[in-house]
């Protein structure tokens, strides 16, 4: 199975991700998009512009669309995170969302079969795994 966790930013997916990943020793965890794309020395404006999210949200697509491994993996991130960013982001303009909603459509209907969000406001107010 995959699993990806999306979110606002400091609302604990990447704990989540953590914890899952040590209790669920058969699972694989996959990085969210902007550090793996930084590792390879991606160049990331400050703050983020149009681009950079597009940047991740193809890295996340190419993450998903691969085959190899593709099971039993823990995702920080998915798409939806960057369509999200890219429709909020002050040139969202210039993102043209018929290109990509297609295709987003489609791969997390056949990668996934359910999908959680971790709420802003109540992320704080559960306690720890």
Known sequence: MRIAVTGTHRVGKSTLIEELGERLAE???VDEPYHLLEEEGYK???PPCLEDFLEQLRRSME???DEEGARNVLFDRCPLDF???LLTHEES???DLEE???RVRSTIQK???AAASIPAASA???PPL
């Open 27 to 29: 699972y694989r965890v």
């Open 44 to 46: 990331f404006a400050s």
């Open 63 to 65: 993450l998903l669309e």
């Open 83 to 85: 369509l999200g960013y």
């Open 93 to 95: 303009d210039s993102f």
């Open 100 to 102: 990509w909603l297609a």
């Open 111 to 113: 990668k996934f079969r």
């Open 124 to 126: 704080r107010s559960h």
